[in-house]
């Protein structure tokens, strides 16, 4: 099986910034939890959110194709993807699948133990939930009844009450599959219907804006509203006790609705700047949810004098694709991401939850706050299109200024304090049709250089907004033709200016009537990226080429040609080692510059239009043409071992690699059946290699503290007298050992004989028969691992009671002995055996000495040991005296 393609420096990691989508979310009360969860779609996957925190819990498996609608129960959340639906568990564990539509499915109802669906083909089907089989399937005449709305009514058991767009409603007995009645509406077509905590009563709305509270029972009108903030797309009511209904319009507007007075409570004018697509109030609790495809979820509480509800909780993205992205932090781990919606976000690499919205570019953002405007703010500002960010002085001032489309004018904003600032930078003249192309903020963070379609070069103070000059002589500007970039290096000390005329203008900082010096260029530049660290300058050439100069020495030092469209982005790694590109032949390539040579490329699906290096290196973001989404690609040489080396474009098959999604890479759901385990859990063997000594895995109170038991003894002495009971319970005998084991080597031991010698006759214990029965030396093994298992106390009985006086025998001492000599000569439980021999020095000197026998085996025990430390201590003074001979450098 051939491996799948893919990029040798970048793997697909997690996309930021997707909140929501068209479909409306599902909110479920998990009991054991005590919380409300709240799943949203996001395209192919759908987020879990908890409502006490708003934090992200779990993202789904990827579904074939977007999801198209949702609905959930107390055990499952269903997903509809194209003609499939998926019954998912916990958020990301798929449970079942149901098959049999022939077309796309835009309703989900769970009603018991069934499942019910509607298609775009107007037919019904109801799955069962544990079989996955279909029970029934019911079609409809499209041009009668064309069914738009499904709901069931509490207290109808089996019934369902489904509309159409005809304005037409029926009730159905799905277990009798038979037509119960049919309302002959108001000639309208039923956007939603959902029952009200009343018993028959069901609130309908239709696409002229009619709201009716009707009575199913009696076939009567309750009540009627009247909605002229557009269509209404979503409707609930509040299940704490208050008789409020609250509806969402296709125009993003809530409206509160009192059902005692019949009136308008209260209304949020531009609660979301698009259709709200889900609207929930949740149950015994002041909280409303709201969803929709603007990319945000909000809850409101309800806690305003009039009776309305305020923004509580916001978790939100950019509600059209961003066009920039830029890292604004050392750490890496914060993005600037801008979008054509006029906003600028700040996305966290390690956690959504830190995600923050500066706000929307407004001429008077203080007036565009206050003034709650149905219609369009015609303060926003027009989309960001060049971002520049210092964080030296963000504490003090504006850190961040940004470039707006067709404008000449740059907007300044505040990273430490999360909104626009107050700055408009403008120069004092300028003519009509002239507009901003490009900027850079110093590295001390008090000046912004901006450049200009007419050729000026302006600089401005970032603390106070005041103009501070222009390049070039009076009246003239800085080129002949538009800035295409401007950059400023670390100091301070330089300014480099490059135009539409082919040059290159190096300018002092402070004298900046001429340029000290000027370079022409042979290709037209577009954009230009400069690393100021290494006083690298690349420009992106209009030919698809990339142009590389060295500031200091003022010459070109490399140049890369490789690209078939026009580039859009480029980017220096942190160590100047890489000049990542992107293009609009939708690939990402990756250029090494010490070798001159293209190392990486791959193709994405979209054409990557931004992308940023992280700071650390960890991570490349990118964004891409229609995609909502920051993309964040993994740097594979941070935790693998990979050798680039030149690609010759034209002779390899370039790789293309999917977008990331929301989580790691997940089996897909047609192969979900047979989950591919890997290999086996990875076990450590007891000794790598003879010649290394290995320590063993036990604990170091086993034996540390086997010299200074007495002491041990005498502190945990207790105070008082152990009070023996007066008649002592029957027991089994145990092993000492932190486990509960029982002592059963007398039936070992005594099973296979037909003498039974009793017990009170021996004087060896069962270890010491253990070692003595050992004839060579691979069987004092299992002595050993016997050892391993009793405490320390036991360990120093054990040892005692070999002493001849004490009933042990010569021989039991010169088997221990050689069991220790084993150890050492091993290299294995180096420590043990250390450890061991020394107790039994201790305890057994008198005997020792007294016996030939034990002194023949205690020398070669001293040999194996002598070895054993020697080879030990010549490697570690040898490590010593290097890193004292490195210290000393």
Known sequence: MSAKPSSQIFAGSRVLGYVSTHVPFVARF??????????????????????????????????????????GDNFHVYTASENDIYAWRRGCELKHVYKG?????????????????????????????????????????EKDFKISTICHPPTYLNKILLGSQQGK??????????????????????????????????????????????????????????????????????????PVMVTGSTKGHIVMWNLEEKKVMSQIQSAHSSRVAGLQCLASEPLMVTNSQDNSLKMWIFDMPDG??????????????????????????????????????????????????????SHNRKASKKKKRIEVDYLVLPPITKLSSCMQRDKQWDSIASLHDGMYMATTWSYNRIFMGEHKLKPPEMDKGVQATCLTVTHCGNFVVIGYSNGQVHKFNMQSGIYRGFYGKEKKAAHKGAIRGVETDLCNQRVFTVGADDKIKFWYFKLATSPFHIMKLEESVNSTKYHRESGLLALANEDFTITLIDVDTMKVVRKFDGHIGKINDIDFDCQSRWLVSSSMDCTICTWDIPSAQLVDIFYVEQPCTSLSMSPTGDYLATTHVGELGVFLWANKLLYERIFLKGIDRSAVDIPKLKLPNSTIEKPEIEDIGIIDLGEPEYKSPEQIS?????????????????????????????????TVPKSAPFFLPTIPSLELEFDLEKDKENGDRKLLIPESLSTLSPFAKRLVACNNPEEYGPCVDKLKTLSPAAIEAEII???????????????????????LKTNRDFELAQSYLSLFLKTHTKAISQSKELLNVLESVEEAATETWSRLQAHLMYNICVVKALKDM
């Open 308 to 361: 309305g509800a305020r923004l509580l909780k916001i978790r939100e993205g950019l509600s059209r694709p961003p066009n920039l992205v830029r890292h604004c932090e050392p750490t890496g781990e914060n993005l600037l991401a801008a979008g054509r919606d006029s906003s600028l976000h700040i996305m966290n690499t390690v956690t959504e939850t830190f995600n923050k919205s500066m706000g929307r570019a």
């Open 169 to 242: 409603l029926q009730i159905w007995n799905v277990r009798t599959s038979k037509l119960v009645y049919t309302f002959d509406g108001w000639k309208s077509p039923v956007t939603v219907t959902e029952p009200a905590p009343a018993v028959d009563v069901v609130a309908i709305a239709l696409a002229n804006g009619k709201i009716i509270l009707h009575n199913l029972r009696y076939n009567e009108k309750v009540m009627e509203f009247v909605h002229d903030w557009g269509k209404v797309s979503c409707l609930s009511f509040r299940l704490d006790g208050i």
């Open 101 to 141: 539509h022939q077309a796309p499915i835009h309703k989900i109802l769970p009603f018991g133990i069934h499942l019910i669906s509607i298609d775009k083909n107007n037919v019904l089907k109801i799955f069962d939930i544990k079989e996955e089989t279909e029970f029934l399937e019911l079609g409809f005449d």
């Open 801 to 823: 009671s070999m002493g001849v006086d004490a009933g042990g025998s010569i021989e039991v001492m010169e088997h221990f002995l050689s069991m220790v000599g084993c150890m």
């Open 690 to 722: 003879r010649e290394l000594i290995t320590l063993s895995d036990q604990p170091t109170s086993r034996w540390l503290n086997l010299l200074n038991l007495d002491i041990v003894k005498m502190r945990n002495k207790p105070k008082t007298a152990i």
């Open 30 to 71: 998990i009991k054991r939890r005590g919380e409300t969860l709240l799943c949203t779609s996001v395209g192919k996957w759908f987020h879990t959110y908890g409502c006490d925190k708003f934090r992200l819990l779990s993202i789904s498996g990827e579904h074939p194709g977007p999801i198209t609608c949702m609905s």
